[in-house]
């Protein structure tokens, strides 16, 4: 069973960082490509970082320069190194796997967790 949990979110003033977990649970992290989303309130959920197998990384224009994706394959561990804050980073991130295997891709999600930036 998969399971991914992230960690990390809080309250935080604009210009503040913050830095999100996502722990997968399973042996097949190290063989994806990991991606974090967020989706703030009233809007659709949107793309914000990739890190493949191969740590490949990218991100969207939004949060270009200010954040920074990582992962430790010893420890199944997706991280979001948040940066420069802005009101308009203010949602609920999640995390997403993406594996594929014998031709079949799957795809799993966090439960998310709540960023507020607010003066």
């Known amino acids: 069973q998969v399971q991914l949990v992230e960690s990390g979110g809080g309250l935080v003033q604009p210009g503040g960082s913050l830095r999100l977990s996502c722990v997968v649970s399973?042996?097949?992290?190290?063989?994806?490509?990991m991606d974090w989303y967020r989706q703030a309130p009233g809007k659709q959920r949107e793309w914000v970082a990739t890190?493949?197998?191969?740590?490949?990384?990218n991100y969207a224009d939004s949060v270009k320069g200010r954040f920074t994706i990582a992962r430790n394959n010893a420890e199944n561990t997706v991280y979001l190194e948040m940066n420069s804050l802005k009101l308009e980073d203010t949602a609920v991130y999640y995390c997403?796997?993406?594996?594929?295997?014998?031709?079949?891709?799957?795809?799993?999600w966090g439960q998310g967790t709540q960023v507020t930036v607010s003066s």
């Open positions: 997403n796997m993406k594996h594929s295997s014998y031709g079949l891709r799957r795809e799993y």
């Open positions: 399973g042996s097949i992290f190290s063989a994806s490509d």
């Open positions: 890190i493949t197998r191969a740590r490949t990384t």
